[in-house]
Nanobody
Framework: QVQLVESGGGLVQAGSSLRLSCAAS????????MGWFRQSPGKERELLAR????????YYPNSVKGRFAISRDNAKNTVYLQMNSLRPEDTAVYYC????????????WGQGTQVTVSS
């Protein structure tokens, strides 16, 4: 099993930057990729970024490309999400998730961290 704990959320002003962290523990050797998602009330969960645990290749949807950046530190078993030029519409609960080898989709999730962007 893999456990994920997010941190770094908070209240920031529009235009600010914020870096979220996701610490993985347990059987981290079973991780194939990790992703960051967000969800706000009344909206569907949205994939923000994905990174291969080995190799580090990344993917971003067009909606955040250029503003958000995902990175990892394998020595610390931690994945980061750097968010720049934050907007009020970025307000949401942010989750990290892991896809383990053999899994069809993300099968391990953190508890989420709230990000609130004030105008």
């Amino acid at each position: 099993q893999v456990q994920l704990v997010e941190s770094g959320g908070g209240l920031v002003q529009a235009g600010s930057s914020l870096r979220l962290s996701c610490a993985a523990s347990g059987r981290t050797s079973s991780i194939y990729a990790m992703g960051w998602f967000r969800q706000s009330p009344g909206k569907e969960r949205e994939l923000l970024a994905r990174i291969r645990w080995s190799g580090g290749s990344t993917y971003y949807p067009n909606s955040v490309k250029g503003r958000f950046a995902i990175s990892r530190d394998n020595a610390k078993n931690t994945v980061y999400l750097q968010m720049n030029s934050l907007r009020p519409e970025d307000t949401a609960v942010y989750y990290c998730a892991a896809t383990r080898f053999g899994a069809a989709e993300y099968d391990c999730w953190g508890q989420g961290t709230q990000v609130t962007v004030s105008s």
